[in-house]
């Protein structure tokens, strides 16, 4: 049986709604509540046995996205999603594996006004 919260079942209320025709439960919550459930009906117009299938399936539709579940992901799903959020302009990748170096945390701070921190990034702006 899956569970949904209410956000879920508004963005993608089709996904859903092809699972309960696969013959799945899905548990609808409000705030970690369950408030209701979805269930198949039968040919006849009666609640449906559990584990009953549908004659004819529906289009699959697409996966949900990993942030749904990040704790369950392989090394190659999280590949996958990094390069989709890389070729989106959502993610950079790292240029080198592994900590900082050390001459990192040894290279002096920035010593800027604020005024002139303000101009930088006004000028920054204005480019765009």
Known sequence: ???????????????YLDE?????????KDRNKPVAKLI???????VAARGAKP????????????????LYITDEELEAHEAK????????????????PPE???EPPFNVSAKDLVALVSEDRDED
Do not use: Y
């Not at 049986?1 to 996904?15: C, F, P, Q």
């Not at 309960?20 to 609808?28: D, K």
């Open 1 to 15: 049986m899956r569970s949904v919260s209410v956000k879920e079942l508004k963005d993608d209320v089709g996904r």
């Open 20 to 28: 309960v025709l696969a013959g799945e439960e899905v548990v609808i």
């Open 40 to 46: 198949p009906f039968g040919a006849n117009g009666e």
């Open 55 to 70: 004659a004819a399936k529906k289009k699959a539709r697409k996966p949900l996205p990993l942030e749904e579940d990040p």
């Open 85 to 100: 959020l890389v070729a989106e302009g959502r993610m950079r990748l790292p240029l080198e594996e592994g900590p900082l």
């Open 104 to 106: 990192f945390w040894e």
